[in-house]
């Protein structure tokens, strides 16, 4: 890609350092004078000219797309965040005058002109560099004319284009600093004939080819409506323009949000020209948000660390010749600078020159140098450089020519010292040119971002460098940026083919569509609250939780009698909590897994289980003892009591406890995204971590389990003042049928249907120890009082 971005013009009519005007020849006497017109002028001795973009015109209101606008609807604005260019190259002057190694006794000075973005202008403007002070008639050395050495300008290709044909007249060289190229033009065809290769090689499937036209309020509204409908199916648009497309495209942007209601939110790959545009707007965040999360590829810059504090020294009441610093001053902190003779106006606040450019919001203007003007501060230094060696030279071929006096030379002759310069800037950067006059196009890769306080900020993610080495020359950061989309795109969409040679595959968390040719963001799958099976899970759980505790309401209204003392009260208590806790504890697998739930989910399950199988066993282990001890002489009666049941109960959980906390400090459980599982859809599961301690604390549980469901077993046949061995047979036989069964179905199953079986035998285990050993009991409680008496749980068999 080449093209133009700064033009530099070399013009060097009168080299001598001594000589700051030349005497007038002869007296022009046409009556046709150059009209008035902005300009910032500084005669020293040779002048470096510029002509660059500060004001321009904009329509006054956002127009409907209904009709054209007309020249009622616009007005002049002030582009305040291209002022720093001025002063770019202001400063650099400044500082080479300053310095006592570059150009000794040779002084330059500055004529800046301002143009509106308009070929009237820019020509104009050109044609005044090149002509006698007051008068317009270029290459004429009469009356007293400028020693005017170059001119820098050119910031964009029409600019550019249109100055070189100007200055290519009086046979001024000139040379591109790095390329840019707009759509709407022959640049713009370049640049697609260009990269169109380069994508087809990388295989990037794009959705759509769309030229903008530099006018595109001539577009009409259907041409416009199609285009954005056609947008709307990118997540990625690639746009190429400069100051005055960009300000277009903005206004069009907006406007199709208000026709649409709906926000505009893409992810935009803005090109070095590319400007976020708010000039003359009373809808600034309307303007910008759909540019949140935009990357833009800008000129590099470096840190100039005196120009910050150059641009703070700046005195609005004291313009010492700069006709832009008023105005500027007024239009970025909103304040009128009061001038003699005038009144100050209501409801504008007067400007004290004391206002601090800090808080100036960056999209508005930036108090760190910008790429462009670092290009501008560059292009002066070069041509300071060259002169330098063309003054302090005696050696090269240009030289030693007989006859030849540094008087006589002509502007063509300094390009030749130009192409040979290599120097090292005040920030440390390498500037030279190669034999075409081409720099290294260095850029730094942006991403705007929309903060919540309004504030509209670039950060640095990237770089491009081709002097590095490499592998190195392109840089970024992907974990810093910001995407308007939320998420990094996929369709790299925008401005070219939809035909490439072969596509990529689609992301991890992204499916292909039917047509195989745009990628479809997967639905995240868990097990929500929201939905049937969830809802009907916690229903179910909700349920038995209240029902356990009903059952524990009613043992403790009636802990005194003799159904409740003969079955141990306090174990009858732990078994009960522990069941009601065990039924809540599936609320950890319901809802989107997270770095808590999922530490929780298994060991609060296996721990509580255990509590609850550990009680069952106590229970048992205390029928079996009672029984033995009813034998004359047996020893088994100093068992008895509660030393027994408490290290029973104590001591098997904390066994499943120390498991646990092995298994969360070895290879804790973490949130987890599965892929490839489901079609169409990215599961969010707990991975367990490690499998095997996973599977340890269920062998475990499954042990206790079993113990149990023996003792009991053996226990059943016991006399019938302790029979509750037969339910606990039961129950534990229910138990463990339902974890046996779990396994297989467990490992089979996906998503949410894995939670859900483990939830639902969560669920019947605990139904089972809580019908199977209490229901009976509550069943003589409630609606048989009168067996509730020792007389006849001796007699009875069944409670």
Known sequence: MTGLLVLLLLFCFLPPPAAKRMPAKCVLTTPFRIQERLNYYRTNGLIIGGNFLLTTMISSNIPGFQNRPTLLHLKLVFIAKNYQHFMALVFAVREINKDLVLLPNITLGFNIYSNFQIEMSISSNSLSLLSTRGRMVPGYKCDRQDSLLSVVGGLNSKSSRLMASIFSIFKVPKWNWVGLLAPEDDSGENFI??????????????AFTEKLKSDIF???????????KTWSKAEVIILFGDSSS?????????????MRKTPFQKVWILTSHWKLNVVGSKNILQLIKPFHGALHFRHHTGDVSDFNHFLMSLDPLN??????????????FG?????????????????????????????????????ESYNIYNAIYAVAHALHAMYGSVTQPIMKRPGKKISNFQSWQLLYYLRKIQFNNSDGDEVSFSENGLGSARYDLLNWVLFPNRSFVPTKVGQINPRAPLGQDFTIKKDVIIWATKEVPFA??????????????????????K???????????????????GYSLVSLALSLSVITSAVLAIFLIHRDTPIVKANNRDLTYILLVSLLVCFLCSFLFIGQPGKITCLLQQSAFAILFSLAVSSVLAKTVMVV??????????????????????????????VQAILCATWMITCPPFPNLDFHSLVGETILECNEGSTLMFYTVLAYLGFLALVSFTVAFLARNLPDSFNEAKFITFSMLIFCSVWITFLPTYLSTKGKSMVAVEIFSILASGVALLACIFFPKCFIILFRPHLNCRENIIRNKNF
């Open 193 to 206: 004939s260009t990269l169109m290769p380069m994508l087809k090689e990388k295989g990037i499937c794009l």
């Open 218 to 228: 001539t577009t009409t509204q259907s041409k416009l409506l199609h285009v954005f």
């Open 246 to 258: 960009s300000a277009n495209v903005q206004v069009v942007v907006y406007g199709h949000e208000l």
């Open 319 to 332: 313009p010492q010749g700069d006709l832009f610093l008023s105005p500027w001053w007024e239009k970025i």
């Open 335 to 371: 304040c009128m600078i009061p001038k003699p003779g005038d009144s100050p106006k209501k409801g504008k606040k007067t400007c004290t020159g004391k206002e601090n450019l800090e808080n100036v919001p960056t999209y508005i203007f930036e108090t760190s140098m910008t790429g």
């Open 492 to 513: 790299r969409q925008g401005l070219l083919i939809s035909d490439a040679a072969h596509c990529d595959p689609c992301p991890e968390d992204q499916y292909p569509n």
């Open 515 to 533: 047509h195989k040719d745009h990628c479809i963001a997967k639905k995240i799958h868990f097990l929500a609250y929201e939905e049937t099976l």
């Open 625 to 654: 003892l009672a029984f033995m001890a009813t034998k004359p002489g047996n020893k088994t009666r100093k068992f008895l009591g509660k030393p027994l049941t408490n290290s029973i109960v104590l001591g098997c959980p904390l």
